[in-house]
């Protein structure tokens, strides 16, 4: 099997890291092709992999006892799935679902815990990545509290397209709804006044950006925070040094 090379990952995560931090994980990482509703890492469960995301997108749903859920995070080529091994726990307080098709790399738990003593650059850069999770979920309980349901949808069609390949973005009505915490009615109407003011289109299963800046402008002060706490820690990212 051909080898991994640093210099072809599209993971923000990997490509940067030092060679020599790259070459303790190379010889450890396994492809892990990424289907639509894959659960990666599930709530209250040992948690096997952690998966540095190549393509695609994967969301972190919160989920409660009753089933009452919603999406707390997005995780692009930008970062991993798996954090709570950072920080010392096998488990995680909700599920990672792949929401976009696509690839990541698998790392096992045990060679994680193998690996992560061996260099304290590694795990410095790791923990700054939890820090940009963190600054996410907390971006997201704001944006839930205190803004408008077009502020909220502008800022998650943002987030995703940063991690989407392209202006298509594959979803429906009924998971927008789920991601939002919101009834399916009320994303439908949101929807419904981007596409007449010629922000989006949309067809059975997909929205399709077609003016960004129409969405920045909706989304106002609820997007740009973690996004900004990303280039802070770990450098810029490609998405927003193209806006």
Same mark, same amino acid.
């Given at each position: 099997?051909t080898?991994l090379?640093?210099?072809?990952c599209?993971?923000?995560?990997l490509? *940067?890291? $030092?060679?020599s931090?790259?070459? +303790? &994980?190379?010889g450890?990482? /396994? %492809?892990k092709?990424?289907? @639509?509703?894959d659960v990666?890492?599930?709530?209250?469960?040992?948690?096997t992999?952690?998966?540095?995301i190549e393509r695609?997108?994967?969301?972190?749903?919160?989920?409660?006892?009753?089933?009452?859920?919603?999406?707390?995070?997005l995780?692009?080529c *930008?970062g $991993?799935?798996?954090?709570p091994? +950072? &920080?010392g726990?096998?488990? /995680? %307080?909700y599920d990672?679902r @792949?929401?976009h098709t696509?690839?990541?790399?698998?790392?096992?738990?045990?060679?994680f815990?193998?690996?992560?003593?061996?260099s304290?650059?590694?795990?410095?850069?790791l923990l700054?990545?939890?820090?940009?999770?963190?600054?996410q979920?907390?971006?997201?309980? $704001?944006a839930?509290?205190?803004y408008? &349901?077009?502020a909220?949808? /502008?800022?998650?069609l943002?987030?995703?397209?940063?991690?989407a390949e392209?202006?298509d973005?594959?979803t429906t009505?009924?998971?927008?709804s789920?991601?939002?915490g919101v009834?399916?009615?009320?994303?439908?109407?949101?929807?419904?006044?981007?596409?007449?003011?010629?922000?989006?289109t949309?067809?059975?299963g997909?929205i399709v950006i077609?003016d960004?800046?129409?969405?920045?402008a909706?989304?106002?002060?609820?997007?740009?925070?973690?996004?900004?706490?990303y280039?802070r820690?770990?450098?810029p990212t490609?998405?927003?040094?193209?806006?």
């Open positions: 099997m080898q090379e640093q210099a072809s599209r993971n923000r995560l490509a *940067e890291l $030092l060679p931090d790259f070459d +303790l &994980l190379r450890r990482l /396994a %492809p092709k990424l289907a @639509v509703g990666l890492i599930q709530t209250d469960t040992p948690i992999s952690l998966y540095f695609g997108i994967v969301s972190l749903v919160a989920q409660a006892p009753d089933g009452e859920q919603a999406e707390i995070g995780v692009g *930008e $991993l799935v798996g954090i091994l +950072l &920080l726990s096998d488990q /995680a %307080p990672g @792949v929401q696509g690839l990541a790399w698998a790392l096992s738990a045990s060679s815990c193998e690996i992560l003593p061996r304290s650059a590694l795990g410095e850069r700054r990545y939890v820090q940009t999770v963190t600054a979920i907390a971006g997201t309980a $704001l839930n509290a205190r408008t &349901l077009a909220r949808l /502008a800022r998650w943002l987030m995703c397209h940063d991690r392209g202006d973005l594959s009505h009924r998971f927008l789920l991601m939002l009834n399916r009615t009320g994303v439908s109407e949101a929807l419904a006044a981007l596409e007449r003011a010629k922000v989006i949309t067809k059975r997909t077609k960004r800046e129409h969405l920045l909706q989304a106002g002060a609820c997007y740009g925070m973690p996004e900004a706490e280039d820690l770990l450098g490609t998405s927003i040094a193209t806006v």
